[in-house]
Structure formats: structure tokens, C-alpha cells
């Protein structure tokens, strides 16, 4: 575990590895469920131009797809090759509305700047999770709203992830929406909902975010532990889920 890993990553990733990371959604096989993620991120969020805090933004794919979209965007990454990546890809689509900054998003100076913000694959590479989202909590002003989209139980013990962390020096954990959910309500957030967001589920029959069975379920606060359960004493656990956590 260490910040260093993900500060040198990509001059360990080489050319191709750069590439691939700069031209997501598209260089990437899961890319169409990484669009119906980034939909499903979007629908969550207040309306543009909110001013958002994209945390642990790499490349930054997602923080150009929102400014795109209209929001006033900061992305945010620890890794000045990863920023120096994601502002030249700024430029070259000439986007006015989209900013960086390199700083350690466990040590945000920001103080109730932003309505709302997002950890799209990133808070599971935190060292200090709860550091992480004290930050995010801070950068928000009240009523701001956090959306974290990570994977849940099992990823770190996949094999892939070994060889990463092995290679890399990169940290990575399992981000499970009810360990995100209960760092989130003691640090502060009064409200918090997981949506179950899965292609899986899908073909399951038991539907993605809200219209699917389990999202009807984690609508009511008092399902949501339940909700949550299932879905890390299941193999659901291991998919991606999405939080959203109220200021
Ligand atoms: C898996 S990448 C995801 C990048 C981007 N969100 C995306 O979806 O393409 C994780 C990112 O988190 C960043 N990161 C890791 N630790 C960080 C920290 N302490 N502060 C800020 N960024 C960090 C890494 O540099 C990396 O860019």
C-alpha cells in the first residue's frame, strides 16, 4: 500500500497502458457498462452547471464527459503524470469548464466550495478511506451530494488486483457500499442510498439502480443494511455499486 505506487504508475504503464487510460470509456472492453455507469452517475447528480469535485479523476475521462455535459468541473488526482494526461486531453477538445489540480484527496484544503462530487474507481486506492471522504465531505457546501461508484467485496483478492499491486505498489481494497455508508454517517453525511447497479443483475432479472428489486429496497432507509448484506454475503457484493451520501 502506498501513495508512491500510484504516483509513479503511469511511468510503469508505458505507451500503450497511457493510451488505453487516456481514450477511456472507449479503449476499454467494460466501456458499455462504464457508459451506463457514468449515465446512472449523471442522473444522480444535481443538474448543470453544479460545480463538481471529480476525486481521484486519473486521465480524466469523467471529469471531461461532465464538463462536457455542462458542470463547472475540478478533477482532482495525487499523480502529475495522470493531470498532465488529463489537461492535454482538455485541450485538445477545448473544454473552457474543466480544471486540475495534484494534491492527496486524504488532505483536501477545500472548504464548501462544491455542490457535489464523485470517487469513479478511486476511493478504493485511499490509504485512509475515512481521511478521503472527511475531504469530500469538507469540499461540500450543505445539502452537497458525494456519488461513489467502486467495487465491492472480493476485489482485492482478485487476481488481477494481486498482480497490479504486485507490479505497481498501487493500493487496493475492497470498497463495499455498507463499509462507504457507515464512514459516511459517522463523519457526517445525514443521508446516504446504495443502488445496486450491476449487468448482472440485470440478467438476473433483479434490474439495475433503482427499478430493480434490490434498488426498490435499499429506496427505504430501514432495508438498506439488509440491502447491503445480501449484497456482500452474495456474490453481488463483488460488483460495482454506486452510494449517494447528502451533506
Ligand atoms: C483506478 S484509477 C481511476 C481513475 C479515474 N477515476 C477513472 O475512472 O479513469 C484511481 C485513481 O486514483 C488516484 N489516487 C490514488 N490515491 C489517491 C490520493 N491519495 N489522492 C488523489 N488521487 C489518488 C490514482 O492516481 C488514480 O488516478
Not at 446512472?40 to 469535485?53: C, E, F, T
Not at 462530487?117 to 469540499?139: I, K, M, P, Q, T
Request: charged residues 20%.
Amino acid at each position: 500500500m502506498s501513495k508512491q505506487g500510484e504516483i509513479d504508475y503511469v511511468r510503469h504503464i508505458g505507451e500503450a497502458g497511457l493510451a488505453h487510460a487516456v481514450d477511456k470509456p472507449f479503449s476499454d472492453g467494460g466501456c458499455a457498462q462504464m457508459l451506463v455507469d457514468i449515465g446512472i452517475v449523471m442522473h444522480l447528480l444535481p443538474p448543470p452547471p453544479a460545480r463538481l469535485l471529480d476525486l481521484g479523476c486519473g486521465t480524466g475521462w469523467t471529469s471531461a464527459f461532465l464538463a462536457r455535459r455542462g458542470y463547472d468541473v475540478t478533477g482532482q488526482d495525487i499523480a502529475p503524470d495522470m493531470v498532465a494526461a488529463a489537461q492535454a486531453a482538455r485541450d485538445r477538445q477545448g473544454i473552457a469548464n474543466l480544471r486540475f489540480v495534484v494534491s492527496d484527496y486524504e488532505g483536501l484544503a477545500f472548504d464548501g466550495e462544491f455542490d457535489c462530487a464523485l470517487f469513479f474507481d478511486s476511493l478504493h486506492h485511499a490509504v485512509d478511506e475515512e481521511a478521503a471522504l472527511r475531504s469530500a465531505w469538507r469540499a461540500l457546501r450543505p445539502g452537497g451530494i458525494l456519488v461513489t461508484h467502486e467495487p465491492g467485496e472480493g476485489h482485492a483478492a482478485n487476481p488481477a488486483t494481486q498482480a497490479a499491486v504486485a507490479r505497481y505498489g498501487v493500493t487496493e481494497k475492497d470498497m463495499p457500499p455498507r463499509h462507504i455508508v457507515a464512514v459516511g454517517r459517522r463523519i457526517g453525511f445525514s443521508r446516504t442510498r446504495i443502488l445496486v447497479n450491476s449487468e448482472r443483475l440485470v440478467r438476473l432479472g433483479l434490474g439495475i439502480g433503482e427499478a430493480g428489486l434490490l434498488g426498490k429496497l435499499a429506496r427505504y432507509r430501514a432495508l438498506q443494511p439488509l440491502v447491503a448484506a445480501a449484497m456482500n454475503f452474495s456474490r453481488w457484493g463483488r460488483l460495482g455499486s454506486m452510494v449517494v451520501l447528502v451533506k
